[in-house]
């Protein structure tokens, strides 16, 4: 049995048969006729897969029938939220909720079945890795660490409550959307994957990540919005996946941000990674912090209590290496913080006694100045162009070595996001790290 219909058989026997079948599926008029032409990103190596242009074929979608919400899973799902309402403000050991497997999944093989399902839709924005001048030289045999961080938009919310008037419904649906998330993890290939708004963990993303080699690990919010959407698959919350055959597990804390001794619906996961071929450690943490202008001073309160548990759990691994030497593990920040860099709570990160740096600065001619966007919506409200998305680092104990470009205003459309050719609201952010050699440490 595969993995996919091994959780679904498990999920079947804790809770009550969802609702729904498979939606019908509108035609796609903005897509049809288009071929999805592909270049790789990436060139040379492990992370290069050869992208192709297929010839156009019959889509495996319905070309009959209205556009309509697709069934997002039973209230069955609910248990997931009455569990993560145990949690309390202190770091919790939490196991691993599905053993290790052995990768049976050839990640070319699922990119081209992407591919296929998504060939009646446009390509998604060409993106290119650019690399920082000011890069710091790196050991031959110290290869860099690839780090994705993305806010993939939870389905119910995306269907159900955040009204994107510029986004045809038919663009959301599942049975495509989850496709194009999973083309583009694939197309980059990271070695470690933070994701927020992730609803779809036990059914989608945990057996299709363990079948290609990863370990995952899922927190839910425990008041998740998603609970208020008719059909909903569960809460929504941040998960962490990293490459097995890279890193192994030394440490997981599951945190529930809080604010002046109150527990918050924001949560973190925070797990302490050591490198399979070097024995080095690297701490590794995402979160999401509270939405929307009003919120300033509780997002500021969250991350500040973040950080505190972050110089806790830190400063208790030590080094694991002679190379490392003293003092803390190397810690990477990755997250949806809802906050522009004028916020308090981004002060508070980039002045904080972990000596943490802002990657995406990196991309920028003067090295201090985060991306004019992350994030780009048409609500009912209005426009919203805002840089929201950060990807922190030690800065005195990692490299950046590369990052993914921010696509342009023409790449995105007039529309903004999501749309036919991109899957959430939210770009995906990446970059390529490296630890420090012991001279480098000292600067």
């Known amino acids: 049995m595969n993995p996919a219909r091994r959780c679904s058989a498990l999920l079947s026997q804790l809770c009550a048969p969802s609702r729904g079948g498979t939606a019908a599926r509108g035609p796609l008029s903005q897509a049809a006729g288009s071929t999805r032409c592909y270049h790789s990103a990436v060139s040379g190596g492990e992370r290069g897969l050869k992208r192709t242009c297929p010839q156009l074929k019959p889509s495996r979608a319905s070309n009959t029938g209205p556009a309509s919400v697709c069934p997002m899973g039973g209230s069955s799902s609910r248990l997931f939220g009455t569990l993560a309402q145990t949690l309390n403000s202190a770091p919790l050991a939490q196991p691993e909720a599905y053993p290790e497997e052995n990768p049976d999944q050839d990640p070319e093989e699922l990119l081209r079945e992407c591919e296929e399902v998504l060939q009646r839709r446009p390509a998604r924005p060409h993106r290119s890795l650019v690399y ?58 990271p070695d470690i994957l933070c994701l927020q708004e992730v609803d779809h963990y036990y059914d989608t993303f945990q057996p299709i990540m363990a079948s290609l080699g990863y370990q995952g690990s899922f927190l839910a919010k425990p008041w998740s919005p998603c609970l208020d959407v008719e059909q909903n698959n569960g809460p929504d919350g941040c998960a962490l996946f990293y490459r097995r055959s890279r890193f192994s597990l030394q440490a997981t804390a599951h945190l529930r941000l809080s604010a002046m001794m109150l527990p918050t619906n924001q949560v973190a ?17 995402v979160t999401h912090l509270k939405a929307r202008s009003g919120w300033e001073r509780l997002r500021s309160v969250q991350g500040a209590d973040l950080l505190q548990s972050l110089r806790s759990i830190t400063s208790q691994g030590g080094p694991s290496s002679p190379e490392e030497g003293a003092g803390p593990v190397p810690l990477v920040v990755c997250g949806d913080f809802n906050a522009e860099p004028s916020e308090d709570v981004y002060r508070r990160f980039s002045s904080s006694t972990l000596r943490l740096d802002s990657a995406y600065k990196m991309l920028s001619s003067d090295g201090q100045t985060e991306p004019a966007y992350t994030s780009w919506k048409i609500r009912p409200s209005g426009e919203s162009c805002s840089t929201l998305d950060y990807i922190w680092y030690t800065h005195d104990a990692l490299s950046v070595d590369c990052l993914l470009d921010i696509p342009t205003e023409e790449q995105i459309g007039p529309d903004r996001l999501p749309s036919y050719h991109y899957p959430s609201d939210h770009l995906s952010l990446l970059c390529d790290l490296s630890f420090r050699e012991g001279p480098h440490m000292l600067m």
Not at 162 to 177: H, Q, V
Not at 270 to 281: E, F, H, K, P
């Open 269 to 285: 996961i925070v797990q302490t990674l050591s490198c399979r071929a070097t024995g080095r450690r690297l701490c590794v943490a």
């Open 132 to 189: 920082p001048s000011s890069m710091a030289p790196r050991h031959k045999h110290n290869s860099s660490i690839r780090i994705m961080q993305w806010n993939i938009l939870a389905q119910a919310l995306g269907e159900g409550k955040d009204g994107f008037i510029r986004c045809p419904l038919d663009a959301l649906n599942w049975e495509e959307r989850k496709y194009l998330i999973l083309e583009e993890i694939l197309t980059h290939s």
